[in-house]
């Protein structure tokens, strides 16, 4: 399993619009084949810091979902919204433990 932390800059007067876009594109990411999880959530202490939590089953899902039509429309559409590049950090999982606290 992958998780994927992806961090976009946007540019605070587009901040709804990129954030408008991104609710169309969930329905669609979350639908595809080896998606887990895929959020969006807004940094409160830093206007313009969006950071989308994911997890992939496998290099190869990411990759393939990275190359869809509706992300490779959505990259172009936010592009002249972005303050900087979108940073991606992956790790990879080989297990897991939950906690109850």
């Given amino acids: 399993m992958l998780l994927v932390e992806a961090r976009c800059r946007v540019h605070p007067e587009h901040c709804e619009d990129f954030a ?3 609710e169309r594109i969930i ?3 979350r639908a595809e084949p080896g998606c887990t999880r895929y959020e969006l959530h807004a940094n409160v202490f830093e206007l313009g810091l ?3 939590c994911e997890e992939w089953a496998s290099q190869k899902h990411l990759d393939v979902h990275i190359a869809t039509a509706h992300m490779q429309e959505h990259f172009a559409k936010c592009a002249e919204w972005m303050a ?3 940073e991606l950090t ?3 999982v080989s297990g897991h433990k939950t906690v109850v606290l």
Avoid: G, K, R
């Fill in 20 to 22: 408008l876009q991104v």
């Fill in 27 to 29: 329905p669609l990411v």
């Fill in 50 to 52: 969006f950071i989308f």
């Fill in 84 to 86: 900087a590049p979108t």
């Fill in 90 to 92: 992956v790790y990879e």
